[in-house]
């Protein structure tokens, strides 16, 4: 008798990633419609999709809610730029530099903060991830530039490139093997460690390892008392996490190659929390899904400004105008913030369980019928 | 008694300035049912979590199988073999039933730390058996693929018990088994410890109901404000009359 998928609820993995793959590499068809398919924008949703693809195998298996992983993709960018300034600009050796210092963090990080659980872990990553920041801001300046932020410069030693051809004039971009990783390049780049990515998730849910994390957060009372030592098994789910957030970070850098200290404030560690906990935690599509909707809302929200608010409300009497897009004002542009804030509310009340949540019940509902 | 499967002595324990248990000794014989009983508050619970590294007494030792069992960790001691059914079913409610019967049997296996990332479920077919073998042996075969926090407090109970039963424990710990149960969950876990008694394994139970404790148990300790008063038989037990008024209120006609 072997196993029965059904019963185990397990995901068929070729299946499902050749439909994933496909989803991702056709993205600038498909968002097309939207306006959504251009370089930039299908950067950021891969690579943040890495981001929070890696928070999910923390937050999403075991429960530990870290507020701190910014610090990870804080680390990845500074590495991969200082990679590209002192050995290549080639990426490859950027991100795997990225991943193993950001990687080396986690275990510090981790090492101290998983000695508690609950809100006591939450808030050891974020005083270690404020403290992070504060030192890439103040005394680290030497590694980090300070305020200005790491940036390449013609000066750079560049050790292997030198090796093989001279500095060209100006600053030289990223590349892989002579490939160029900006625009389209750039995306098909990030898509296809997107989907390495995910493929490394989806094995870790199926897996005994990811069934021990899932019990973690269902009863860690019960997992010692079942022989289990946990401690270890969170410390692999926290390197992991953090070395996806690394990955993250240095392609932040592949793609534009600087690295300042804002990458690892607290409100960049918040926002992977709301990315992973909008599309559902826990489960394996949900947390992209939050990555798409917040920064495609981002997009199209900071950039409206009172001009276009005008043009848009022009059809209401000239009296009220003004007051409408005062009020409206007050959510586009800088303030998308409160509109997020809004959108994460009304998702956490009524579908605690993320859009994803969402989708289960639609389809149930069809399923019942039938 | 240089030799005994498992020991138990000279175990104290104070909370503040209660005394919990009071220079208790005892030792189980391989293969044995040995029941543990006695009122509220006699420290029963208190002896278990001093076995299971859950607390720490003052002073005494546990041996188990020759090793000391004091100052391991709950998942050391449940490596070396003992295993523990709690008063409150302890099971991992967000996860479906044949999920909780197989994550001990992967504690088992890679219990102290092994990344197997790479291995799906869908591959461990010789634990996924034996889930299922054990999880019908216990009547829950049906309801499998549910999530064991919808369960009835009694199929709980039993769960736990299936969880605790395929890790093949050379010593099991069942924390009033039958506590909260209808008579009829109560037979059927009856029969089901028969069965298990038939397979050798070692057992220690602490009870109150005296009809499950009279038909399983090879030796009885009457534990009362934390120290042992009588030992014995069941059926020395049940004639003695120190335990009848400690314990049976000297009421009950044995």
């Not at chain 2, 619970?45 to 076995?51: M, R, Y």
Request: glycine letters at 10%; hydrophobic letters at 45%; charged letters at 15%.
């Amino acid at each position: 008798m072997s196993p029965d998928k059904k019963i185990l609820r397990l995901n068929n993995i070729w299946l499902t990633m050749l439909l994933f793959s496909l989803g991702v590499l056709t993205m600038p068809w498909w968002l097309e419609p939207i306006g959504a398919a251009y370089p930039d924008l299908l950067q950021k949703f891969a690579i943040f999709g890495i981001f929070a693809i890696g928070y999910n195998i923390l937050f999403g298996l075991t429960g530990y809610l870290s507020f701190g992983h910014a610090t990870f993709l804080g680390v990845g960018s500074y590495t991969a730029v200082w990679s590209f300034k002192l050995l290549s600009m080639n990426v490859l050796p950027a991100i795997v530099l990225s991943m193993l210092f950001a990687g080396f963090f986690a275990f510090l990080i981790g090492y101290v903060s998983l000695r508690r659980s609950g809100i006591y872990f939450s808030i050891l990553t974020l005083a270690f991830a404020q403290m992070s920041y504060n030192l890439a801001y103040s005394v680290l300046t030497p590694i980090t530039n300070g305020e200005t932020g790491l940036q390449l410069s013609k000066q750079d030693p560049r050790i292997f490139d030198r090796l093989f051809f001279e500095a060209g004039e100006g600053l030289p971009s990223t590349t892989l093997f002579g490939l160029d990783m900006n625009g389209y390049q750039g995306f098909y780049f990030c898509a296809v460690l997107l989907i390495i990515a995910f493929f490394i998730s989806l094995k870790i849910f199926n897996s005994p390892f990811g069934l021990s994390l899932r019990a973690i957060k269902s009863n860690q009372t019960r997992m010692s008392y079942t022989g289990y030592h946990t401690r270890p098994y969170l410390m692999a789910a926290f390197i992991i996490s953090g070395m996806y957030a690394g990955l993250a970070g240095g392609l932040l850098a592949v793609t534009d190659p600087l690295a300042g200290a804002e990458r690892m404030q607290w409100t960049a560690s918040g926002e992977v929390v709301l990315m992973t906990i909008l599309g559902g935690v826990g489960t394996l599509l949900g947390p992209l899904l939050g990555v798409g909707i917040i920064k495609y809302l981002e997009n199209i929200f900071s950039s409206v400004n009172s001009q276009t608010l005008h043009e848009f409300f022009a059809f209401l009497p000239d009296s009220i105008v003004t007051l409408v897009v005062n009020f409206t004002g007050l959510f586009v542009g800088e303030g998308w913030h409160l509109t997020l804030g809004l959108l994460f509310m009304i998702i956490v009340i009524f579908l605690p369980g993320g859009l994803m949540q969402g989708f289960e019940k639609i389809k149930n509902r069809f399923t019942d019928k039938a | 008694m240089e030799n005994s499967f498992f020991q138990i002595q000279g175990v104290n324990k104070t909370f503040g300035g209660l005394i919990a248990l009071d220079n208790v000794n005892l030792s189980v014989e391989q293969g044995t049912v040995h029941a543990i009983i006695g009122p509220n508050g006699a420290g029963k619970s208190t002896l278990l979590n001093c076995c299971i590294g859950k607390l720490k007494p003052d002073t005494g030792t546990v041996t188990f199988d020759g090793r000391n069992v004091i100052g391991k960790t709950a998942y050391e001691i449940n490596q070396i073999g003992i295993a523990r059914v709690f008063q409150t079913p302890e099971i991992f409610p967000e996860l479906s039933l044949i999920k909780n019967v197989m994550i001990p049997a992967f504690a088992k296996r890679d219990g102290q730390f092994k990344i197997n990332w790479f291995k799906s479920l869908i591959d461990e077919d010789a634990i996924y058996e034996e889930a299922v073998k054990i999880l019908d042996d216990f009547g829950l075969k049906e309801q499998m693929r549910h999530h064991a926090g919808n369960m009835s407090r009694g199929d709980k109970r039993r769960l736990e018990l299936a969880m605790s039963l395929i890790q093949h424990p050379k010593l099991l710990l069942l924390d009033e088994p039958t506590a909260g149960m209808a008579r009829h969950d109560t037979n059927k876990t009856i029969e089901t410890l028969k069965k298990i008694k038939k397979s050798g394994m070692t057992k220690i139970i602490i009870e109150h109901d005296m009809h499950v404790v009279f038909s399983l148990a090879d030796k009885i300790s009457v534990l009362a404000q934390g120290a042992i008063i009588a030992e014995g038989t069941p059926d020395e037990i049940k004639g003695n009359p120190v335990v009848q008024e400690a314990y049976l209120g000297g009421t009950e006609d044995a």
